[in-house]
């Protein structure tokens, strides 16, 4: 008695149509999971803003015209409000914000795993109502470095792209000139 198997076209078929639902679950898992982390990321920076308003309602000492909190960047003040900068680290120092990891004291972004413990909140105090708010300082400026060769003979270097606060990858030097090692 033979029994029947498979043929090598059948077999051929059912990879092609695993590898054709590959190609698309994929890319889109990988989009989904991108978003995820900008979510987290939105997220994590809410917190540390509301952590901002409760850490100045318990620090209204810092909010004088001596200017008593040294750790503070004071950035404006006036006869009824007064504005300042806190690190997201100073906030989870103060425990009104989670380290992620509290051995090393980081605070993680989700999107591409830099630490954003140096990211500051802005408050600004209402002195008349003693109530605070905050609002995140944009740090994320982008720096673009362009290179010159400076009469080189030959070689180019594209322009690189680089964000304020942030590690940015310089590449090798691509330009000759004659006479010069």
Same mark, same amino acid.
Request: proline share 2%.
């Given at each position: ?20 639902? #590959? ?9 989904? +999971?991108?978003r /995820?982390?900008?979510?987290? &990321? %939105? *997220?994590k ?13 318990q ?12 750790? #503070? ?5 006036n006869?009824?409000?007064? +504005?300042?900068? /806190?690190?997201?680290?100073k &906030? %989870? *120092? ?7 990891d ?27 109502t ?5 609002s ?8 673009t ?34 006479g010069?090692?």
């Amino acid at each position: 008695m033979k029994t029947k198997g498979f043929t090598i076209v059948e077999l051929l078929t059912v990879i092609i149509i695993i590898t054709l639902l #590959l190609a698309i679950a994929v890319p889109s898992s990988i989009a989904i +999971s991108n978003r /995820i982390k900008e979510k987290q &990321l %939105a *997220e994590k920076y809410e917190l540390a803003k509301q952590g901002a308003i409760l850490w100045a309602d318990q620090h209204q000492h810092c909010f004088t015209p001596s200017k008593s909190c040294s750790f #503070l960047d004071y950035i404006a003040s006036n006869l009824s409000m007064m +504005s300042v900068k /806190i690190s997201i680290g100073k &906030l %989870a *120092e103060d425990g009104f914000f989670a380290y992620d990891d509290k051995d090393k004291k980081t605070i993680e972004n989700p999107v591409d795993k830099s630490d954003i413990s140096a990211e500051k909140i802005t408050v600004v105090f209402d002195l008349d109502t003693k109530t605070a708010t905050s609002s995140l300082i944009e740090q994320n400026v982008n720096y673009t470095l362009a290179f010159n060769g400076n009469g080189a003979n030959s070689g180019t270097m594209s322009s690189i792209s680089c964000t304020e606060n942030k590690n940015c990858r310089i590449p090798t030097n691509s330009y000759k000139k004659s006479g010069f090692g």
